[in-house]
């Protein structure tokens, strides 16, 4: 048996309407991966053969063919089933991918303002008097994750340095404390919250 396994049992992944560009750099990198983005990518024609071809014309023809209809293939392949009911009658992979690219791609502006929106809200927060530091934390870290599930990348550095600049003066000790024993650069969100919540209760 071949030892190697072919590139093509990796399963493409599958594209359900969300996250679009995310899906569409993997489904590149595989396609590539498989040969077959030429086909995607250029549209090109597939001329019929001439009278007498040569053994060689021959088998280029159908390579050149068998990409196209394989990379069709693994388009379909790769969306959810709502989605292919939409693209079923599409008949290059050409056309596939700059309807799936102009449906789905428009709604990544309107992802954009959402990330604006909330990294807006993040940088607006202060911690209130009234609030614990965990609830603060949560909170911060409530938007945060709203951020990434858009597909943008929001590090816990962001959220520590934002609760740096941010607590009450009251947590000035902790935070003193803290940066006399760690490089407050490189600590984790947890150890802060834990640092400050240690304080919390010893006043408490």
Same mark, same amino acid.
């Given at each position: 048996?071949?030892?190697?396994?072919?590139?093509?049992?990796?399963?493409?992944?599958?594209?359900?309407?969300?996250?679009?560009?995310?899906?569409?750099?993997?489904?590149?990198?595989?396609?590539?991966?498989?040969?077959?983005?030429?086909?995607?990518?250029?549209?090109?024609?597939?001329?019929?053969?001439?009278?007498?071809?040569?053994?060689?014309?021959?088998?280029?023809? =159908? /390579?050149?063919? !068998?990409? *196209?209809?394989? &990379?069709?293939?693994? $388009?379909?392949? +790769?969306?959810?089933?709502?989605?292919?009911?939409?693209?079923?009658?599409?008949?290059?992979?050409?056309?596939?991918?700059?309807?799936?690219?102009?449906?789905?791609?428009?709604?990544?502006?309107?992802?954009?303002?959402?990330?604006?929106?909330?990294?807006?809200?993040?940088?607006?927060?202060?911690? =209130? /008097?009234?609030? !614990?530091? *965990?609830?603060? &934390?949560?909170?911060? $870290?409530?938007? +945060?994750?709203?951020?990434?599930?858009?597909?943008?990348?929001?590090?816990?550095?962001?959220?520590?340095?934002?609760?740096?600049?941010?607590?009450?003066?009251?947590?000035?000790?902790?935070?003193?404390?803290?940066?006399?024993?760690?490089?407050?650069?490189?600590?984790?969100?947890?150890?802060?919250?834990?640092?400050?919540?240690?304080?919390?209760?010893?006043?408490?």
């Amino acid at each position: 048996m071949d030892s190697e396994t072919p590139y093509t049992s990796l399963a493409p992944p599958v594209f359900d309407g969300d996250n679009y560009h995310i899906w569409a750099a993997r489904m590149e990198a595989h396609l590539e991966a498989n040969d077959l983005w030429e086909a995607v990518e250029e549209d090109y024609e597939v001329l019929p053969l001439p009278a007498n071809p040569t053994m060689a014309q021959i088998k280029n023809h =159908k /390579e050149r063919k !068998t990409r *196209k209809s394989k &990379a069709r293939a693994t $388009l379909f392949a +790769a969306v959810s089933q709502d989605i292919f009911t939409r693209i079923m009658t599409i008949k290059s992979a050409f056309e596939v991918w700059n309807f799936l690219k102009d449906e789905y791609e428009g709604d990544e502006q309107i992802k954009g303002m959402q990330v604006l929106n909330l990294v807006r809200e993040f940088e607006m927060q202060k911690m =209130k /008097e009234s609030e !614990t530091i *965990k609830e603060y &934390a949560n909170k911060l $870290l409530s938007i +945060a994750n709203k951020v990434r599930l858009l597909g943008v990348e929001f590090s816990d550095s962001r959220i520590v340095q934002k609760i740096l600049v941010t607590v009450p003066e009251k947590f000035e000790a902790s935070l003193t404390s803290l940066e006399n024993t760690k490089d407050l650069s490189k600590i984790t969100l947890a150890e802060l919250v834990s640092a400050m919540q240690a304080q919390e209760q010893n006043e408490g």
